[in-house]
């Protein structure tokens, strides 16, 4: 159970921003928001994270809420190459402290001229 | 230098066969990660070792059995293949504590 909620798909166009939203209301407080995308059959590639503070780095900003019950990753002026499915993660351990990277099915996002 | 590296990157195969999958991390990486995802694009962890230690073996069948030489590797066995085994395999590693994980370029496997 990856613990976060995103919608399936989106569509943005070129050179816009793209919003992408990802919901884990039942997150605590130790535990950090990651973002990840996968371009077609690649490995996943890491792409930004965050615990409480807006984070900014040259691939996207991730907005946190106050309350850390939902996050956005944006990517300011989105290309055809930023085709692909994003993750959104929790950094969730098992009782014994070990942490558990688990994916949910991520939000396909399309890019169009 | 490729950070994370898996061989083969293509695996084709019949099925009951027993086949194994490499994976190496010139990171100086503590943890390793075998992922399997499926032809829905589900990613689902199989496999977490920690320090040559198995840390998770998320209800994986015994025909999976990972094996770590070292730190740097982590090599995933399977048995008695079958056709439900056919899925692109991703092996990852991390630091410990809050770092990111780092992804091969996955194997994908096909069971004929």
């Known amino acids: 159970d990856a613990k976060t909620t995103q919608p399936p798909s989106m569509d943005c166009a070129e050179g816009r921003a793209a919003n992408l939203p990802c919901n884990h209301s039942?997150?605590?407080?130790?535990?950090?928001v990651y973002w990840y995308r996968q371009i077609h059959s690649q490995g996943p590639q890491y792409i930004i994270h965050?615990?409480?503070n807006n984070e900014t780095n040259e691939m996207a900003s991730l907005i946190i809420t106050e309350d850390r019950k939902s996050s956005t990753l944006i990517l300011p002026h989105a290309t055809l190459r930023d085709t692909a499915v994003y993750y959104c993660?929790?950094?969730?351990?098992?009782?014994?402290?070990?942490?558990?990277?688990?994916f949910g099915r991520g939000t396909s996002l399309i890019v169009h001229p | 230098d490729t950070a994370v590296s898996q061989t083969p990157k293509y695996l084709v195969t019949q099925m009951g066969n027993d086949k194994s999958i490499k994976c190496e991390q010139n990171?100086?990486?503590?943890?390793m990660y075998w992922y399997k995802q499926d032809s829905k694009k589900f990613l689902k962890i199989m496999f977490s070792?920690?320090?040559?230690?198995?840390?998770i073996n998320e209800t994986v069948p015994n025909r999976f059995s990972p094996k770590s030489p070292d730190k740097a590797h982590l090599n995933l066995h399977i048995n008695s293949l079958e056709l439900g085994d056919s899925a692109v395999y991703f092996c990852?590693?991390?630091?410990?504590?809050?770092?990111?994980?780092?992804f091969g370029e996955g194997s994908r496997l096909t069971v004929l």
């Open positions: 965050g615990l409480k």
């Open positions: 993660l929790r950094s969730s351990t098992t009782s014994g402290g070990s942490y558990i990277p688990t």
């Open positions: 039942t997150i605590s407080g130790n535990e950090y």
């Open positions: 070792y920690n320090n040559k230690e198995l840390i």
């Open positions: 990852a590693s991390r630091k410990t504590g809050n770092g990111e994980l780092f």
């Open positions: 990171l100086g990486h503590d943890t």
